[in-house]
Every structure is written in structure tokens, then in C-alpha cells.
């Protein structure tokens, strides 16, 4: 079966700007993750949605936002771009619960200049 | 304050010989485990999973040991290959869908 898909692989943006990134999970998967990974932070958890609602949410500024399609497939956005936002954000499908476990994708590298 | 680490942020071993990577955590209310490994340009996959009502957990190849006494978590490979270069993360999780990962152990292995 098809893996979870991010696009894009790779962006460049600027100070100030604004940017969105898409996932689609795994046909069947209803709940969509998405982490920042950067290397003195590890991996760190933004929200996620499940059913087309936000269902739990980590510890990061509003200017980090997200939405869920009736498809399942998931955007995530960053409004007013800071050279700390420069990081791998990768998203992860599940069935939703705990114990079914992520698939993650091969992520989106975001670099802010 | 909450954490999830790692004792070493690297480890080399010979190919064959057996590899351990250890993890901490500081939150008692975690309950559910789950060993990821990523490789370079690709995502965190899954490698095996322990509940809190568990001591040890084999797969193929790998045992997760968990000592809830102290909060630490141990990955071993049995037999490390080339193939099992990689970075090697333990997350925790306290109920609902969210996982807390550590920083990351990133294994060599020499031929």
C-alpha cells in the first residue's frame, strides 16, 4: 500500500513569509500527526487531527496551524516565517489510536533565510 | 522538568557484536513505549513497542527491556548489521495519540 506522502520534499522561504504543507496519510488512516524535528530539539509534537477536528495539541505559537480534509488529508501552516522555524516537519498517519502506531513520512525540510 | 533522553548521543559498534541503546524518562504516568529508528532523508519506523505492564519485549533481532523503578527504556540488536546505522529514538506516551520523543541515538556500525 501507498505511504504516507509530503509534499513538498524541500522549500525556501523568507523571513516574514508564510507557508503550507501538505501530508496524505495511509488509505484508511484517519488521524494525521505532524512533529518539527530539528537537531537540538529532537522531535516535537505540533498537533493532531483526527476526523477533521484538532484532537490534542503541543506546546507551539498560534502562528502554527493546521486543518483536515474530509479525505483525511491534512495541511499544516506557518504564518510570518522565523529563522527558528528551519526545521524537517514530518507527519504521521495512524488508525488513531496509540497502540496502532505512526507511519511517518519522509518529511518536509523547511529552510528560512 | 518532563523529559525523554538519551545517555549517549552516539555509539559505534563492530558489525556483529551486539548493540545497547538506553533511554531515560522522567514522567511516572507514561505507560506505552515505542522504539523508532530513522534513516538519513527518510522518516522515523517503527521497530517494536512495550506497555508498562511489560519487563521485556523480543522482535527480530531486537529486545526493548523497560525498568519502570528507574524510567529507563533499553534497545538491544542482537548481530548488528550495516543496515542498522541509523538514528534510534525512544518516545513515551501518556494516553491519547501524542508521543514525547528524546533527542536520538545515532548507531555506527564498522565493518
Known amino acids: 500500500k501507498a505511504g504516507v506522502t509530503q509534499t513538498p520534499r524541500y522549500l525556501i522561504k523568507t523571513r516574514g513569509q508564510q507557508v503550507t504543507l501538505s501530508c496524505s496519510p495511509i488509505s484508511g488512516h484517519r488521524s494525521v500527526s505532524w512533529y518539527q524535528q530539528t537537531p537540538g530539539q529532537g522531535l516535537q509534537f505540533l498537533f493532531e487531527?483526527?476526523?477533521?477536528?484538532?484532537?490534542n495539541k503541543g506546546n507551539f505559537p498560534g502562528r502554527f496551524s493546521g486543518r483536515q480534509f474530509s479525505n483525511s488529508r491534512s495541511e499544516m501552516n506557518v504564518s510570518t516565517l522565523e529563522l527558528g522555524d528551519s526545521a524537517l516537519y514530518l507527519c504521521?498517519?495512524?488508525?488513531?489510536?496509540?497502540?496502532?502506531?505512526?507511519?511517518f513520512g519522509s518529511g518536509t525540510r523547511l529552510t528560512v533565510v | 522538568g518532563e523529559s525523554v533522553g538519551l545517555h549517549l548521543p552516539t555509539l559505534s559498534v563492530q558489525e556483529g557484536d551486539n548493540s545497547i541503546i538506553n533511554c531515560a524518562y522522567s514522567n511516572s504516568a507514561s505507560d506505552y513505549f515505542i522504539w523508532y529508528k530513522q534513516e538519513s532523508g527518510k522518516g522515523p519506523q517503527f521497530i517494536i513497542d512495550?506497555?508498562?505492564?511489560?519487563d521485556k519485549r523480543q522482535g527480530q533481532r531486537v529486545t526493548v527491556l523497560l525498568n519502570k523503578t528507574v524510567k529507563h527504556l533499553s534497545l538491544q540488536i542482537a548481530a548488528t548489521q550495516p543496515g542498522d546505522s541509523a538514528v534510534y529514538f525512544c518516545a513515551e506516551n501518556r494516553g491519547g495519540n501524542q508521543f514525547y520523543f528524546g533527542t536520538g541515538t545515532s548507531l555506527t556500525v564498522i565493518p
Open positions: 512495550i506497555r508498562s505492564n511489560m
Open positions: 487531527y483526527f476526523s477533521e477536528t484538532q484532537r
Open positions: 504521521a498517519s495512524s488508525l488513531g489510536r496509540r497502540s496502532s502506531g505512526y507511519t
